[in-house]
DNA sequence: ATTGTGGCCTGCCCGC
DNA sequence: TGCGGGCAGGCCACAA
């Protein structure tokens, strides 16, 4: 241990919450549905966000049920039944901020989601793996007695109630080509950039952008509206096809490039050694060969 | 309006 | 051996 590079890999084998590792929560969070909530538990305040107090979350939970699991990008939305015996208030109206009918999950870059005693995901990368319960940051405690529990040791995540989902773009995983193209055109940022902005596509991160990047032949630091047609079209199926290697593999950390984002790693297409640098304030790592 | 920057938050690993 | 600093990245406030 201790030479250079050595360490790197290890730690970035484990997964970072992108849109495979929540789309892996949404399908552990649908054992919670149906199931009455007895009480929930706001263990940090920082924890909640958004304009509802932990006291008004905790009030809207308590006595409902969970009757959908949705994901929109990297947003978990748990939408909230009526409480037991009371009315239903019908399909809720996705993207309407304070109407109490919705809990937004958010992982930031260490949490993880907990259902009965279950991880959606293994392990994740800069989070320690110890199940210390100092990390529980927020916990539903259904009357059956199974938790659904938020674990962040850093509170980059969070909870909100009635998120305001219309500040979304579209889903990554199901975006069109049109849509991507308006996501990108007249933009002077870098796509890089562009492709990680929530309000234009949904669910990209650092770790899948360098990955859809270097699969699509782009450079990072490409300024969005200077992609041709063929670019285009070039990056929506490489955006399309990472995504869905992503979700079968069932990690964004399993993508080829990730293994090599460290100092002397290679491109795993042509052999050249990457190069690193900050592109939409986020450390990126590109082939300087074949991606222009 | 768009685009860029820094701070939050903690664990880990490095050099001193 | 301990300590300080850099770094990891999602998201937000803020500046230009």
């Known amino acids: 241990m201790g030479f250079l590079g050595r360490h790197r890999p290890t730690v970035a084998s484990c997964p970072v919450p992108e849109l495979p590792e929540v789309e892996a929560y949404r399908r552990l969070a649908q054992g919670a549905l149906g199931r009455p909530v007895r009480d929930a538990t706001v263990y940090d305040p920082r924890f909640v966000r958004g304009a509802a107090s932990a006291r008004t ?13 949705r994901r929109h990008g990297k947003l978990l939305v748990l939408d909230l039944g009526a409480p037991r015996g009371g009315v239903d208030p019908g399909p809720p109206a996705a993207g309407v901020p304070g109407d109490g009918t919705r809990l937004g999950l958010r992982f930031g870059m260490t949490g993880r989601l907990v259902v009965d005693g279950l991880a959606g995901v293994d392990r994740l990368l800069y989070a320690s793996d110890r199940g210390d319960a100092v990390w529980d940051r927020f916990a539903v405690r259904f009357e059956d007695g199974g938790r659904l529990v938020m674990h962040d040791p850093r509170l980059l995540g969070g909870v909100e109630l009635d998120p305001d ?8 995983a199901s975006v069109s080509p049109a849509e991507l193209r308006r996501a990108l055109e007249h933009s ?46 070039r990056l929506h199926r490489h955006l399309r096809t990472t995504i ?17 984002r460290h100092p002397g790693g290679r491109c795993p297409r042509d052999g050249a050694e990457l190069s690193r640098s900050t592109v939409g304030g986020r450390t990126s790592w590109w082939c300087g060969r074949h991606q222009r």
């Open 57 to 69: 979350v905790v009030a809207a939970l308590r006595g409902a049920t969970f009757r959908a699991a």
């Open 165 to 172: 989902e219309s500040l979304l773009g579209p889903d990554a």
């Open 188 to 233: 002077a940022a870098p796509v890089k950039a562009r492709l990680m902005d929530q309000r234009r596509l949904a669910g990209v991160g650092n770790l899948m952008a360098d990955e859809i990047l270097w699969r699509a032949g782009i450079a990072p630091q490409r300024r969005a509206a200077s992609l041709s047609a063929a670019e285009h079209r």
């Open 244 to 260: 869905d290697l992503l979700l079968a593999r069932g990690g964004s950390h399993l993508g080829d490039l990730v293994p090599q």
